[in-house]
């Protein structure tokens, strides 16, 4: 079974930056997709940046509202991403959740594995 631990989530202020990481344990070979959601209450988890590694070769996805503000990096080997957050808004304030392995198609991810969330809170 995989596990998701997250790390990285707090509050910033408008325009402030924040970097989460994630790191994925108890896989036995190295991770081909993984990814951040994040969910703000009372509506639906939305895929905010995805990764996807093909040996040597990495592709990125942004969700149309974090486009150039926010970049995913990682390391397929040793099953790590990161998502670095710059110019916050208020509106980015929600709970983020890693995200590894499952089926991803052009800008659509279903993950096999979740992680339990970090708490971004942005203030205006």
């Known amino acids: 079974q995989v596990q998701l631990t997250e790390s990285g989530g707090g509050l910033a202020q408008t325009g402030g930056s924040l970097r989460l990481s994630c790191a994925a344990s108890?896989?036995?070979?190295?991770?081909?997709?993984m990814g951040w959601f994040r969910q703000a209450p009372g509506k639906d988890r939305d895929l905010v940046a995805a990764?996807?590694?093909?040996?040597?070769?990495?592709?990125?996805y942004y969700g149309d509202s974090v486009k150039g503000r926010f970049t995913i990096s990682g390391d397929s080997a040793k099953n790590i991403v990161y998502l670095e957050m710059y110019s916050l808004k208020p509106e980015d304030t929600a709970e983020y959740f890693c995200?590894?392995?499952?089926?991803?198609?052009?800008?659509?991810?279903?993950?096999?594995?979740w992680g339990q969330g970090t708490q971004v809170t942005v203030s205006s």
């Open positions: 995200a590894e392995g499952g089926t991803y198609y052009d800008g659509t991810y279903v993950p096999d594995f």
């Open positions: 108890g896989r036995t070979d190295s991770s081909w997709a």
């Open positions: 990764i996807t590694w093909s040996g040597n070769y990495a592709e990125s």
